[in-house]
């Protein structure tokens, strides 16, 4: 089964603290806290992180199944993606793909070059993912995680030739508030399933 039709990708902000932390604890063995979200989310303009979620039905509501998040370099022409995870019941039905495409059309929109990642060299499940999407092996920081041992793996992906249904519907606010350019990176309509997105 592929994405639910009733799914939504929004930009999350700060009352998203409190599922962000909690889905990462689940997926990773360290996380930021609800109050550090709170914070890094909460930052605007000047957020050093931003992230993207897709929610899903869940009883009545929607919940949080699936974050990415990236830091934009704009002085560099670079996006960074820092995290990507999917809630272990929801794997394989294309929501970490769908995010990471549209981070990536996003930061094409805003005429940054490159997207850059780390991932660890024991995650086969990520680097099928970053594989798929296109992003090809630059470097090695060899034995970076000091408790597995692992390798850092440093891949990377350029963005020209991206989707334009995608690049533009990405919004980029062109006059925030403070005229930095680069704070508007949203998901073009967050209600929105995100096949339209
Ligand atoms: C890696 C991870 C984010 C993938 O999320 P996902 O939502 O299941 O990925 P998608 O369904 O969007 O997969 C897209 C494609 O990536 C590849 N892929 C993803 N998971 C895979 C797996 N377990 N085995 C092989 N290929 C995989 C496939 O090509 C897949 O396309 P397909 O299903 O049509 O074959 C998820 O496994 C996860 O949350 N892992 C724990 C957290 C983590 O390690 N994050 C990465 C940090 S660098």
Same mark, same amino acid.
């Given at each position: ?103 990536? $059309?996003?930061?094409? @929109? %805003?005429? #940054?070059?490159? =997207? !850059? ?6 995650? &086969?499940p990520?680097l099928a993912l970053?594989k ?15 408790? $597995?041992?692992?390798? @850092? %793996?440093? #891949?990377?992906? =350029? !963005? ?6 995608? &690049? ?30």
């Amino acid at each position: 089964m592929r994405l639910p039709d009733e799914h939504s990708i929004e930009r999350l902000t700060r009352k998203d603290a409190e599922a962000l932390s909690s889905l990462e604890a689940e997926c990773f063995s360290t996380c930021f806290s609800p109050e550090q979200y709170a914070v890094i989310l909460d930052a605007g303009e000047n957020a050093p992180l931003r992230a993207f979620g897709l929610f899903g039905p869940d009883g009545g509501g929607k919940s949080l199944v699936a974050y990415v998040s990236f830091a934009l370099h704009p002085a560099a022409g670079e996006v960074e993606i820092y995290n990507i995870a999917t809630r272990a019941g929801h794997r394989r039905r294309g929501c970490a793909e769908e995010l990471l495409k549209l981070v990536l $059309s996003a930061a094409a @929109a %805003l005429n #940054l070059k490159k =997207a !850059l990642l780390e991932v660890r060299s024991g995650n &086969a499940p990520a680097l099928a993912l970053y594989k798929a999407l296109g992003f090809t092996l630059t470097g090695r920081r060899k034995g970076y995680y000091a408790q $597995s041992g692992e390798d @850092a %793996l440093l #891949l990377e992906r =350029a !963005l020209c030739g991206l989707c334009p249904e995608r &690049a533009t519907s990405a919004r980029f606010n062109p006059q925030p508030s403070t005229g930095n350019r680069m704070d508007a990176v949203s998901c073009a309509n967050s209600h929105r399933t995100a096949k339209e997105v």
